[in-house]
């Protein structure tokens, strides 16, 4: 018997040359094609990519409606913004749907994709706007680690929290982005144990661009207890910095940067209790996935 064959892209997310931006994986599952996690996580552990996505159309033929699954190489992840936006890049640029508005069904909630100009995607998320959170209780511990090891104690800074992220976020004062560029991030043992504890899945650094570079925000994202220490773009991230410029700044619109060493960039608008998340993406391999 011939083997089953699934498509398998892998592309790079929020960027527009090769080998910047997020990689991920993105494997097209023939609607008669039941594929179960173990199967999934299996293809991913293989990958070895920062998160690999599984779109599988809910009709016959490519359409409007896909089920979408993300896993990094060693779990199922609840939500992944740069691995729909290389989905959504796949179906729209590469497999050359002839509409302009899909639909993923995904862990997150119903995610629609748009296709826009010059290639880019527009993904549409809700909204997840963070809670301040004090030095205190709690978060304590691992408030203190991060600030005591990664940031001078002269440094204003604020702290958030999102629950339906799981993401801490430090709002840093006026800080270049060459500074934040080279800031260094310790997964000591003490925040691993306290993030592990109040179940927080990545820390966010996040500062108004105050070099006049052209951009609102520069962040950067790093991950407590995944394989991957840092998160190179992150689109979910994003879902918390719009509504908290929009309180603090007024911002509605922003264009948005993260200097991680691959680096990448996204426009952000916030409308209503949405976040739209606009970028581009590359195709780096086309192939078949024999299993």
């Known amino acids: 018997m011939a083997p ?62 896909y089920t979408l699954l993300w896993f990094n190489a060693v779990e199922k992840v609840a939500f992944c913004g ?14 050359d749907l002839d509409i302009d508005t899909i639909e993923f069904d995904s ?29 205190t209780g709690s978060h304590y511990v691992l408030l203190h680690a991060l600030v005591s090891e990664q940031l001078a104690a002269s440094r204003k800074i604020t ?19 060459q500074e934040l560029a080279s800031l260094e991030f310790h997964n000591s043992a003490e925040v691993v144990a306290a993030s592990k ?11 108004p661009d105050v070099s006049h570079g052209g951009n609102d925000s520069i962040a950067r994202v790093f991950n407590t207890g995944s394989f991957v220490k840092e998160d190179q773009v992150t689109g979910s991230a994003h879902t918390m910095i719009a509504p908290l410029f929009n309180s603090l700044f007024g911002k509605s619109t922003l264009q948005a940067r993260q200097c991680s060493p691959r680096g990448g960039d996204m426009k952000v608008d ?22």
Not at 82 to 95: D, P, Y
């Open 197 to 207: 504890e109040l179940g927080i899945r990545g820390v966010i650094y996040v500062t």
């Open 107 to 135: 862990p997150a909630g119903l995610v629609q994709a748009c296709r826009g100009g010059g290639g880019n995607i527009t993904l549409c998320f809700s909204s997840n706007p963070p809670e301040q959170v004090q030095s």
């Open 4 to 65: 089953s064959v699934l498509r398998l892209f892998i592309v790079d997310a929020f960027t527009n040359k090769a080998f910047g931006g997020n990689a991920a994986g993105v494997v097209i599952v023939p609607h008669w094609r039941d594929i179960d996690n173990n199967t999934m996580q299996s293809i991913s552990s293989e990958l070895n990519l920062p998160m690999t996505a599984f779109v599988r159309p809910t009709t016959k033929e490519l359409g409007k409606t």
């Open 270 to 291: 916030l409308h209503g209790n949405s976040v739209l998340i606009t970028g581009s993406a590359v195709t780096i391999v086309e192939g078949s996935l024999l299993s």
């Open 159 to 177: 702290f958030y929290y999102s629950r339906a992220v799981n993401d801490l976020l430090i709002l840093i004062e006026n800080m270049e982005e």
């Open 82 to 95: 740069h691995a729909t936006l290389a989905a959504g890049h796949v179906l729209f640029n590469i497999l």
